[in-house]
């Protein structure tokens, strides 16, 4: 039995080893945080709530239903750290270096399990990726940690080894674009601080663009711009429209709200919009209170989630990608243009079906989960999309719902956060039939649109 049961894990879709590997994870996390040496005394949790914190974590959203600063211990802060980097480099990542260390060969499908976690190019060999990748995150951890503990220090006069472990949880939060703090309001109370919020912005930036895009950043400076990939230019040119539209539109939306940034000077309140519009792609962390956010700016909330970060981050949503293949599309068609053309190239229409296909199963799944809490629960909508789109873009933010969830709500959110953390294509791929490459052409006829 356990033979058979091996070769079929062996023979496992990389998509279905991504989604084990994150469920096998997440049920060891829980255990260990209702352990009692994870929790602050007389504390008490739930396995569902154990459940819920990790999975936040490993899915690097930060939504949660209890304070984490005052429910768990140091000890479970640490747990919950490993699990966001754990998250945040994949699951695939840990699993392949534990491999490299013990000497032990990797298989061609684990091997391209892991491109695929990490929406890598299938050319590079693995030890020289996996070493990428760990430096790449070490060294813009390490700087943000470095900035954040002096800030701790020189500001909130902490101790050095109170102020180091803030750091670091905080660099890696924001660099894994998580969205947890050990502060209860966030980062609320730093609204004016020009040192946390760009250094929380800078890693956040930098997790949300992507590996991929990061080495061929280095590379583009080394050799030339010639050297930037199509990826990564995408990317880039769609995160700073995103960055800088979104920071515009919050600083005009918000200018005069007396319960947001109406209440700041001019520079705090363009600092202030900035932080916001960075982190409402997908990192969750909020300088403002965000149950006081206008409408308008609250819609606006919507879509810079739903879109996110970049293929191959540590963040989720769409991605910018997807997004911008769909945008030239649609510019395309109305310019009359028959093929989709940006930076002097051709993208094949086989990229723009799977960027359709991710669009419209990710509404279709946002949809119907935000019907079922709507039925389920007693919450208005604009609560529940917010939450919804937070958890399934990964972001973490949300108007105050979470931890009145009902149970049935709860599990919904954290089925929601596997999805949107592994992408809605993983979860299609894993529970449809292998591809089948017809032998045969139906005949074509033309339909009527718009």
Same mark, same amino acid.
């Given at each position: 039995?356990?033979?058979?049961?091996?070769?079929?894990?062996?023979?496992?879709?990389?998509?279905?080893?991504?989604?084990?590997?994150?469920?096998?994870?997440?049920?060891?996390?829980?255990?260990?945080?209702?352990?009692?040496?994870?929790?602050?005394?007389?504390?008490?949790?739930?396995?569902?709530?154990?459940?819920?914190?990790?999975?936040?974590?490993?899915?690097?959203?930060?939504?949660?239903?209890?304070?984490?600063?005052?429910?768990?211990?140091?000890?479970?802060?640490?747990?919950?750290?490993?699990?966001?980097?754990?998250?945040?480099?994949?699951?695939?990542?840990?699993?392949?270096?534990?491999?490299?260390?013990?000497?032990?060969?990797?298989? &061609?499908?684990?091997?391209?399990?892991?491109?695929?976690?990490?929406?890598?190019?299938?050319?590079?060999?693995?030890?020289? *990726?996996?070493?990428?990748?760990?430096?790449?995150?070490?060294?813009?951890?390490?700087?943000?940690?470095?900035?954040?503990?002096?800030?701790?220090?020189?500001?909130?006069?902490?101790?050095?080894?109170?102020?180091?472990?803030?750091?670091?949880?905080?660099?890696?939060?924001?660099?894994?674009?998580?969205?947890?703090?050990? *502060?209860?309001?966030?980062?609320?109370?730093?609204? $004016?601080?020009?040192?946390?919020?760009?250094?929380?912005?800078?890693?956040?930036?930098?997790?949300?663009?992507?590996?991929?895009?990061?080495?061929?950043?280095?590379?583009?400076?080394?050799?030339?711009?010639?050297? &930037?990939?199509?990826?990564?230019?995408?990317?880039?040119?769609?995160?700073?429209?995103?960055?800088?539209?979104?920071?515009?539109?919050?600083?005009?939306?918000?200018?005069?709200?007396?319960?947001?940034?109406?209440?700041?000077?001019?520079?705090?309140?363009?600092?202030?919009?900035?932080?916001?519009?960075?982190?409402?792609?997908?990192?969750? %962390?909020?300088?403002?209170?965000?149950?006081?956010?206008?409408?308008?700016?609250?819609?606006?909330?919507?879509?810079?989630?739903?879109? $996110?970060?970049?293929?191959?981050?540590?963040? $989720?949503?769409?991605?910018?990608?997807?997004?911008?293949?769909?945008? %030239?599309?649609?510019?395309?068609?109305?310019? $009359?243009?028959?093929?989709?053309?940006?930076?002097?190239?051709?993208?094949?229409?086989?990229?723009?079906?799977?960027?359709?296909?991710?669009?419209?199963?990710?509404?279709?799944?946002?949809?119907?989960?935000?019907?079922?809490?709507?039925?389920?629960?007693?919450?208005?909508?604009?609560?529940?999309?917010?939450?919804?789109?937070?958890?399934?873009?990964?972001?973490?933010?949300?108007?105050?719902?979470?931890?009145?969830?009902?149970?049935?709500?709860?599990?919904?959110?954290?089925?929601?956060?596997?999805?949107?953390?592994?992408?809605?294509?993983?979860?299609?791929?894993?529970?449809?039939?292998?591809?089948?490459?017809?032998?045969?052409?139906?005949?074509?006829?033309?339909?009527?649109?718009?």
């Amino acid at each position: 039995m356990m033979k058979i049961s091996m070769k079929s894990i062996k023979n496992m879709s990389s998509s279905r080893k991504m989604i084990f590997g994150f469920i096998g994870s997440t049920v060891i996390g829980a255990l260990l945080l209702m352990f009692p040496f994870s929790l602050q005394k007389d504390e008490h949790i739930s396995f569902l709530t154990a459940f819920f914190t990790i999975t936040s974590a490993i899915c690097v959203t930060g939504l949660s239903v209890v304070d984490v600063s005052k429910v768990f211990s140091p000890v479970g802060w640490t747990i919950i750290l490993i699990f966001i980097q754990l998250g945040g480099l994949g699951v695939m990542t840990f699993s392949s270096t534990i491999f490299l260390i013990t000497g032990k060969k990797m298989t &061609f499908s684990e091997r391209m399990t892991l491109k695929d976690e990490r929406n890598a190019d299938g050319s590079e060999e693995i030890k020289v *990726f996996i070493k990428k990748i760990f430096k790449t995150v070490f060294v813009i951890e390490g700087i943000g940690a470095v900035i954040l503990t002096y800030f701790f220090i020189n500001d909130l006069h902490y101790s050095f080894g109170k102020a180091l472990y803030y750091g670091i949880f905080h660099a890696v939060s924001a660099f894994c674009n998580a969205g947890f703090s050990l *502060f209860s309001t966030g980062l609320e109370g730093f609204a $004016g601080s020009v040192v946390l919020n760009l250094s929380i912005a800078y890693l956040i930036i930098l997790g949300g663009i992507g590996f991929a895009v990061i080495n061929s950043f280095i590379l583009g400076i080394r050799k030339g711009i010639k050297k &930037f990939n199509l990826t990564s230019k995408l990317a880039i040119l769609i995160s700073v429209f995103l960055t800088f539209g979104g920071m515009m539109a919050i600083f005009i939306l918000e200018y005069n709200n007396p319960n947001t940034i109406g209440k700041f000077n001019f520079v705090d309140k363009l600092m202030a919009a900035f932080f916001q519009s960075v982190t409402l792609r997908t990192a969750g %962390f909020n300088t403002v209170p965000l149950a006081g956010l206008n409408d308008g700016t609250v819609f606006l909330s919507y879509i810079l989630m739903f879109i $996110g970060a970049s293929p191959g981050s540590t963040g $989720g949503g769409l991605k910018t990608t997807t997004i911008g293949v769909i945008v %030239f599309y649609v510019l395309g068609v109305v310019k $009359g243009r028959e093929n989709i053309e940006l930076f002097n190239r051709r993208i094949g229409w086989d990229i723009l079906n799977k960027a359709l296909a991710i669009l419209v199963i990710s509404l279709m799944y946002v949809g119907i989960i935000i019907m079922l809490i709507l039925t389920y629960d007693n919450f208005g909508l604009k609560e529940v999309i917010y939450e919804v789109i937070s958890a399934f873009a990964t972001v973490g933010v949300t108007l105050g719902i979470t931890p009145n969830l009902n149970v049935l709500s709860q599990i919904l959110i954290i089925i929601t956060m596997f999805v949107g953390r592994l992408g809605p294509m993983t979860f299609a791929l894993a529970i449809g039939e292998k591809k089948i490459k017809e032998q045969y052409e139906y005949p074509k006829e033309n339909i009527v649109v718009g």
